[in-house]
């Protein structure tokens, strides 16, 4: 028998208008968020982009083996082999980690109970709604403890609190060349090497049982590292860019400054790239919960309401195609108007596109 079981619910044609006629102040506040997203999101841009080409300008590598005070407070690249005194440790793995280990991770997961919500709506004959939800249990391995009070029937269903956590350890006295690195510093370096096999704790591997855990370890051991960053004494920091940013880049390996600098470029533009993304995603939502009303006035008969809401999802995604860009180009119109009003031509010609492409679909009227 599935551990499964499913709720009704209904609500009236007034209840989901006052509903909507309220998503409608969301959708202006969420118009209001993209906006200032797309500023500052240009604006973090550009400050990225003039401070990596600010330092690209300035770097100068330096040899390893011991710090010039000359060059306090510069802006210095170092590439060389890293050393260790000491190899991170986790008293709970038992045994030291191999030579040269930065950082070790520990990833600890529990065999629990999860809740999944699956929800299916119809429209009736007057506006309303019925939605059928139905919640399903079922046991299986997660990172972290999922929260069971919360479940719809948490009755039988408890988990309870590992013994254990994940955790993350660094090396003490870690050294590149001559300089020395911080913990802080370490963290940035990426642990993806796994340490043997996962460790059971509970009484059976082959059965396990809710509050068990397993432990797993990943180690982090460059031969090298390269750092771009302000010398600051027998250390690094963060080195302060007049266009306002605070530069400090790690990576792996012996790798020479302008690659460094490239990496932290393509970085850059993916960033920005995914967060105009997040703006576009929000306008879209915003302008679609204005225009949501219409639809459910149209559900009082279902078929009316769902060619309504086909046309205010359409009219949604044309005004994102507009809006969108337009948001982008203001932000970058006082630094770069090319690019400014290239983007808003490019916002009107997908709309365009988009709507032509919607005009050709329609079936001919005979």
Known sequence: ????????????????????????????LLLAIAGWLAFWNEGRAITTASSLSEGAGLVVSVDAA??????????????????????????LLGTAPPPGTLRLVRTVEMFQWRE?????TRTRLGGGTETVTTYS??????????????????????????????????APGAMLGGFRLTAQQLEAIPAEEALGE???????????????????????????LSVVAAQMGEGFGP???????????????????????????GQNAVLTWALRAGMALMVFIGFA???????????????????????????????????????????WLAVR??????????????????????RASRPAVA
């Open 198 to 224: 996962p460790r059971f704790i509970g009484a059976d591997p082959a059965n396990p049982r809710i509050g068990d855990l397993r432990v797993a370890w990943r180690v982090a051991r460059p031969e090298a």
């Open 137 to 170: 249990y079922a046991r299986g391995w997660q990172e972290g403890r999922v929260d069971s009070s919360r479940f719809r029937r948490p009755e039988g269903h408890e988990n309870p609190q590992p013994t254990h956590a994940s955790r993350a350890f660094t």
């Open 289 to 331: 919960l204005l225009l949501n009303p219409l639809k459910v006035l149209a559900d009082v008969i279902p078929p009316l309401g769902a060619v309504v809401g086909f046309g205010t999802g359409f009219v949604a995604l044309l005004l994102t195609l507009l809006v969108a860009p337009a948001l982008v180009a203001l932000a």
């Open 239 to 265: 080195y302060p860019t007049r266009a306002g940013d605070r530069l400090f880049l790690l990576e792996t390996g012996q790798v020479p400054a302008a690659a460094m600098f490239r990496a932290a470029e």
């Open 66 to 91: 011991r710090p010039d005070p000359a060059r306090n407070g510069a802006l210095v690249h170092v590439a060389a082999p890293v050393r260790v005194a000491e190899v991170a440790r986790d008293g």
């Open 337 to 358: 108007p090319v690019l400014a009003v290239a983007l808003l031509a490019g916002g009107a010609l997908a709309a365009y596109a988009a709507l032509r492409w919607r």
């Open 1 to 28: 028998m599935s551990d499964q079981f499913s709720e009704t619910t209904t609500q009236s044609w007034l209840s989901r208008l006052g509903g909507a006629l309220g998503g409608v102040m969301f959708g202006l």
């Open 116 to 120: 999944e919500e699956r929800s299916e």
